[in-house]
């Protein structure tokens, strides 16, 4: 197969100082270049891993019944550093849509300051549900571990 994975993302935004208070004072990405309008981050994997256009503080935000992006996922090294962050986006502020096991990941689902919906997540050992059928279709409620 010629495509290999997801190389970065681009997201639109209104306000790139508030974007970027979120993406790297929160969830901890780093700001690794910026041009007039746009900066860049990485996790640690890519040279960037997602950009950020600035296009005024009059964009619509995303409307949950239009096409497009439903929600972006940031892998999270393990289940301690998931509940870490969850404490840390509950202490700022930030909207907390839920907690989810999917079987496959463990994770969380906040929203940016654009209402972009963004999900935080670890994944599952494949050998813990590489036997299940249809281990996609098996959301079940998720409580975050207490490492205090």
Known sequence: ?????????????RNLEASDRFYQEILGMQKVAERPGMWFYHAGKHHH?????EVGSKAIAP?????GLFHICFNVSNEQALAELYNRCKSFG?????TVDHTVMRSFYVLDPDRN?????????????????????????YSLPNYQ
Request: proline share 4%; no cysteine; charged share 15%.
């Open 94 to 98: 930030v909207t907390i849509l839920g």
């Open 63 to 67: 409307q949950s019944q239009a096409t």
């Open 117 to 141: 919906v963004i999900e935080l997540g670890v994944d599952v050992p494949h050998e813990e549900w590489a036997d299940l059928s249809a281990p996609f279709s098996r959301d079940v409620a």
């Open 49 to 53: 891993d997602l950009a950020l256009v």
């Open 1 to 13: 197969m010629a495509i290999q994975g997801i190389n970065h993302i681009v997201l639109k935004v």
